[in-house]
């Protein structure tokens, strides 16, 4: 399987997904998994947004970000990863 890059000016939003996320649902389980390479382009941490994580996750708001708060931010590139036609796994939950 070949490598792709795929350089994005915006993330993808979670409405975009859905149609893919239904998709995937119908696939049969395989061992496939794409080569993906994502390169998201002027990433900025928005402080409002990380205060709001803060305080619903019971973080004590710092200037360091929460570990959990990365996957919170590349979650919907790890979607569109998997809805990729080259990935023969299923988005289950």
Same mark, same amino acid.
């Given at each position: 399987?070949?490598?792709?890059?795929? !350089?994005?000016?915006?993330?993808?939003?979670?409405?975009?997904?859905?149609? $893919?996320? /239904?998709?995937?649902?119908?696939?049969?389980? $395989?061992?496939?998994?794409?080569? +993906? !390479?994502?390169?998201?382009? +002027? /990433?900025?941490?928005?402080? @409002?947004?990380? @205060?709001?994580?803060?305080?619903?996750? $019971?973080?004590?708001?710092?200037?360091?970000?929460?570990? !959990?708060?990365?996957?919170?931010? @590349?979650? +919907?590139?790890?979607?569109?990863?998997?809805?990729?036609? $080259?990935?023969?796994?299923?988005?289950?939950?």
């Amino acid at each position: 399987m070949t490598e792709q890059l795929q !350089t994005l000016d915006a993330m993808p939003s979670m409405m975009s997904l859905l149609p $893919g996320i /239904v998709k995937s649902l119908f696939r049969k389980g $395989g061992a496939s998994v794409p080569q +993906n !390479t994502f390169v998201l382009k +002027n /990433v900025a941490i928005d402080k @409002a947004h990380l @205060a709001d994580y803060q305080k619903v996750c $019971g973080f004590e708001k710092s200037p360091q970000l929460p570990l !959990t708060y990365l996957h919170v931010l @590349a979650f +919907n590139l790890q979607v569109s990863m998997l809805l990729d036609e $080259g990935c023969d796994f299923p988005l289950l939950g």
